[in-house]
């Protein structure tokens, strides 16, 4: 996404650290050496690996794709980042594309339900495509404060649950629910992503989307 990569990121491996032995991204080293190093870092008791992908001109997320080979893809957003690079608001949507591209039809993409490149991204990945934000996994009942946000977790055939987070900030909530939608496609619980979403923490200086 143009923002909000690494706190999803975050988010995500405390999620699936409920459960499962996770490989992560340390900080944001997200590009054409730092995704390698994140691999190659993989241990052979790791069972899940959630890595980070950057990008800031056309081409250069085939190859991380290539590399990472990714079950599950998250695209945050579609902003204008790096646009003096890409050229067009589009050409940034197509090469963020590559995600949704790279997945087998075993593969899942999450992105929320309000991206206006949602049906795009639809129509050329053979994955199965979850909106999140408002659909199968959503969050009601939102309070935001300066502490974080409380709200309800909703998710169609699991039920809801009562969840946290400890970043300010009514955009985090967005990024705590892909990482949801990550938990819900690995067959967690609500209580173990709820959990997860409790005891997240963001890599220093991730206080924004």
Do not use: W
């Not at 963020?96 to 993409?109: F, V």
């Not at 009562?162 to 609500?190: E, K």
Request: some cysteine; hydrophobic content about 40%; glycine content about 12%.
């Amino acid at each position: 996404g143009s923002n909000g990569k690494t706190s999803t990121k975050d988010f995500t491996r405390s999620v699936l650290s409920q459960r499962f032995r996770v490989n992560a991204t340390l900080g944001n080293l997200n590009n054409h050496i730092g995704l390698p190093l994140t691999v190659l870092a993989t241990k052979a008791d790791d069972e899940v690996g959630v890595f980070e992908m950057g990008m800031n001109h056309a081409g250069e997320l085939a190859p991380l794709c290539e590399i990472a080979r990714p079950d599950i893809s998250i695209i945050t957003n579609v902003g204008t980042a790096h646009i003096e690079f890409m050229g067009s608001r589009e050409a940034i949507a197509h090469e963020k594309g590559t995600l949704a591209r790279a997945l087998s039809e075993k593969g899942t993409l999450l992105i929320p339900s309000d991206c206006e490149y949602l049906d795009d991204y639809r129509a050329t990945t053979a994955g199965t495509v979850i909106a999140v934000g408002e659909g199968a996994i959503r969050a009601e009942n939102v309070i935001a404060g300066v502490a974080g946000s409380t709200f309800d977790l909703v998710v169609d055939n699991l039920g809801r649950i009562t969840a946290s987070i400890s970043i300010p900030g009514r955009h985090m909530v967005s990024n705590a629910l892909l990482a949801a939608g990550a938990g819900v496609v690995l067959g967690m619980t609500l209580e173990e992503i709820a959990a997860g979403l409790k005891n997240s923490s963001l890599t220093s200086g991730r206080l924004r989307q």
